[in-house]
Antibody, heavy 113, light 113 residues
């Protein structure tokens, strides 16, 4: 069974940093492009970032470019999102997801003083 | 960016009746080289992550009941629930994965009449 389990969310002050992790199991992680998508509770879905199977190609939404970094460790079957210079508008549930596939349960990031 | 527009924003359907959700993309998501539409549909219930229902515009994900079907090509797509069940109450999103940034429709809330 495919499982994606996010962790690392929490409360952080504006300007602060967080590192999200997504532990993958039940499939060959190293063969899938992976994404981060966020959702303000009660609102719609917004794509954040994408990474290729070997990590050599990454893409970002304009709203996070230069502040967020996506990476992966295929040996550990884990996807990461390093989030720096966080803003109040980054407050959301962050999901890791497979393109046209499963999503994790999400981890809540709250940016507030 | 490709803008995805869903209609209606919400609909109420009687149990056992048909529910139809439309999705229009601002440009074609049909990739001519493989004749595939890079369009998926997701279902999201309260407190849960999105669940993939349909990909390639009309391919049902494994385990998805056959009352869910997708159709359309190019810029106009439809998700149909042929006989609405109580467990289908949710918000439904279309998504294009033709190009980065991946983009989602605003969501359609389906309720029981």
């Amino acid at each position: 069974e495919v499982q994606l389990v996010e962790s690392g969310g929490g409360l952080v002050q504006p300007g602060g940093s967080l590192r999200l992790s997504c532990a993958a199991s039940g499939f060959t992680f190293s063969t899938y492009w992976m994404h981060w998508v966020r959702q303000v509770p009660g609102k719609g879905l917004v794509w954040v970032s994408r990474i290729s199977t070997d990590g050599s190609s990454t893409s970002y939404a304009d709203s996070v470019k230069g502040r967020f970094t996506i990476s992966r460790d295929n040996a550990k079957n884990t996807l990461y999102l390093q989030m720096n210079s966080l803003r109040a508008e980054d407050t959301a549930i962050y999901y890791c997801a497979i393109t046209t596939g499963s999503w994790g349960q999400g981890t809540l990031v709250t940016v507030s003083s | 960016d490709i803008v995805m527009t869903q209609s209606p924003d919400s609909l109420a359907v009687s149990l056992g009746e048909r529910a139809t959700i439309n999705c229009k993309s601002s440009q074609s998501v049909l990739y001519n080289s493989n004749n595939e539409n890079y369009l998926s549909w997701y279902q999201q219930k309260p407190g849960q992550p999105p669940r993939l229902l349909i990909y390639w515009a009309s391919t049902r994900e494994s385990g998805v009941p056959d009352r869910f079907s997708g159709s359309g090509s190019g810029t106009d797509f439809t998700l149909t629930i042929s006989s609405l069940q109580a467990e289908d109450v949710a918000v439904y999103y279309c998504q294009q994965y033709y190009t980065i940034p991946l983009t989602f429709g605003q969501g359609t809330k389906v309720e029981i009449k």
